[in-house]
Structure formats: structure tokens, C-alpha cells
């Protein structure tokens, strides 16, 4: 069985996808997500001008094999762009081995270690009314698990609100509840840190006194703040009972999470924008974290984020895989499929792809009671309708950045 044809697939439904769809010589086809949100072009190229070459021929059954030969041919080794187009190998080959073997993915990796996952949606308001709004919109279709994400007073327009307006015209406006803006600059967004850390603990009191103590909630800090700043937030929330707070302060600096834990016993999810186990090595060994937060679509693929996680589960680390809408029905069938099979998962994140995506990556997953399901379909249970793909050519789109006051540019 062997790769016979490879296609690199750039659609724009609700928002941009990069896809590779390889075929085998006996007919055989599988997906790999390879969408970096703001950079898809990037991976466009490197999979068409580097990888696609590479792949004709060879035995599709050799998913290991090649996994290390894309990585360790190129000498020039991790980083995004060259761990998004592995990631969408190694899924399409996975997709092509279940497919072969005539059952889902997840039985390949093991069986399911339980009946579904976990997952958790996005609710945020400028306001407390509009949050709460919000979240009981998510409770109505089903979610248990609630990311509580916030206006604050005095700025205009930051990361995690969806009713955010920022710019002119259409480009302005977001879609898919994504940050990621069409247009030809990124939108400019404004930012203080001590308003943020004043008000957010006041938002989770009103969440609580108004949900109770039983609705699971999470929050993101998004990298926006320094470690001492972290570490306050982290104990201010405690009382309301967080899930985790994710990425707190950058990562890049593992004596910055040291700092952090030492004054907060809130749970840390970190990983959104690491992309291998390298990146991981001392925050999993010093137990510096709670949740691995990587896609697969982002760390290697499959192969790659399993051994990440098997590694954090020597350690009582779970799973808390990205899951927003620039993660396409292909990357987040491969980690529901991963999330179903390993031991250590903890939760995923989940937010519903818009009616155009759905149309263009048909999918059989479950959604029932809070919980995701993959599927019985054999291989990842997603196939790409061409003829819908076709509608959309890709439009440039950027993620905003922030300024402080001052005119800074800061971590967004």
C-alpha cells in the first residue's frame, strides 16, 4: 500500500483550513489538518515544495518511519510551520490505516478507556450580563464545562470576547467566534494588565453566586501576564474552584511556572504554542503543570502528541488538547479519537465549527450531554466534499496584537 497521490487543500468556509488528503494505489484516501492560524500559506508551501515530493511511494503503512524521516531529514527541526505539515502526514496516515483495518481510529490506539469526553465551550461578555447570557446559551446545548472569558473595564476590545468589534468594515468582524480578522494587517487591540487582574476575580464571584459551585469553569490568560502577576491571579481565583487557568504567563521560561506554583494551588494548563515533547521536558518532569494544552494538529501529529502524554502520565498530568474553531473537523476528529483511547485525559476543548465548515468536512462525531464521541466510521470518520471546498478560496486573515497605553506592543 503505498502513497500514490497527495493534495494540499486550502478552502476558506468560515474561516481558513489547510488540508492534505493522501491516496494510496489501491484507492484508499486519509486527512491531515495542517491550518496555522494567520500563517496557513506557510505550511502550504513547506508540505507542497518539501514534503509532498517526498511522499510518493513510499509504504503508507510505515507511519513511524516516516514520522522521523520528515522530521530528521530536514536537519532544521520543530517549530510551527514544520510541525503543522507532519502533523497532517501522520494523521492522513492514521486516517488510511483505520480506514484499511475497517474500524475508528481510536480502536487502533487501544480502545476506548471510556464512553466519551469531556469538553468545554466558550462563554464571554463585555459585560457580567452578557456572560452570564452566554454561558446559559452553553448550558442549553448541553455543556457541563464553561471557559469564562471577559470585558474589563476601560478597554475596548480584548482576546476572548466574541462580541468583540474591532476595525472597519467587514474585516472587522469576527467570525466563526474566532479572533483571526480577514484583511491585510491584524487588528489592533488594547491592554492593562491591572485592570485585568482587579476584575477578573470579580467575574468569577458573579459566576459562581449566580451558577453555583457545580458548573466546571475554566479561564485563559493567553500569555498576558509576568509571573508574580500570574501568581496573584492564581490565588485570587481560588475560591471560585477554577478547572485550570490556562497559560498564565509565557512558557518559554520554566522558572517563571516555578514562581507561579509556589504561591497558587489553582491548576495550570499550558501548551497552546508549544509543538514537541522537547518543549514540554522540564514543566512535565518538575510537575509544573496540570494540563498538556497542545493540538495535534500543531505538535506532529498523532504519534507525537501520544508520546507527549504518555510521558505526562508518569506524572499525574492529563490531557486538555486545543480545541477552537482554527483547529479544523480533521485535527479535532484526530484528537477526539486520542482523547477517547489514552488513560490520562482530563477535558477538550470544544467550540462548534459554523454551517459552511460543516458542509465542506463531513463528519460523524457525537455530541450528547456535554460529552464528544468520535464515532464508529472507520479511519477518523471526516471526508472532505471537494465540490464545497471549492467555494471558498482563502483569504488573508492575521490574529490581533495588543499595545499597552503607552503605545508597547504586548503579548496579546
Known sequence: MFIDKAEVIVTSPDRNFVTLKLTTDDGLSGLGDATLNGREMAVVAYLKDHI???????????????????????????????????????????????KAAGMPLYQLLGGASRKGLLAYGHASGKSIEELFDSVRAHQQQGYKAIRIQTGVPGLASIYGVASNKTGAGNQGKRYDYEPAQRGAYPAEEDWDTRAYLRHVPTVFEAVRNEFGPELVLLHDGHHRMTPIQAAQLGKSVEPY???????????????????????????????????????????ISEQ????????????????????????????????????????????MAAAMHLGLAIHNFGIQEYMAHGEKTNQVFEQSFRWEAGMLHPGEKPGLGVELNHDEAGKYPYEQAYLPYNRLADGTVHDW
Not at 249 to 276: C, D, K, M, Q, Y
Not at 289 to 304: C, K, L, N, P, Q
Request: proline share 5%; with cysteine.
Open 52 to 98: 509532498v515530493p517526498l511522499l510518493m511511494r513510499r509504504d503508507a503503512s510505515c507511519i513511524n518511519d516516516t514520522w522521523q524521516f520528515l522530521y530528521r531529514s530536514a536537519y532544521w527541526r520543530r517549530g510551527p510551520v514544520t510541525m503543522a505539515a507532519i502533523a497532517a502526514v501522520d494523521m492522513a496516515l492514521w486516517d488510511i490505516k483505520a
Open 241 to 283: 474552584d477554577l478547572f485550570w487557568l490556562e497559560d498564565c504567563t509565557p512558557a518559554e521560561n520554566p522558572e517563571a511556572l516555578r514562581w507561579v506554583r509556589r504561591h497558587t494551588t489553582t491548576p495550570l494548563a499550558i501548551g497552546e504554542i508549544f509543538n514537541s515533547i522537547w518543549d514540554y521536558q522540564t514543566i
Open 288 to 331: 509544573l503543570i496540570d494540563y498538556v494544552r497542545s493540538a495535534v494538529t500543531h505538535t506532529g501529529g498523532i504519534t507525537h502528541l501520544k508520546k507527549i502524554l504518555d510521558y505526562a502520565a508518569q506524572y499525574q498530568i492529563k490531557s486538555g488538547m486545543h480545541g477552537p474553531t482554527d483547529i479544523s473537523p480533521v485535527g
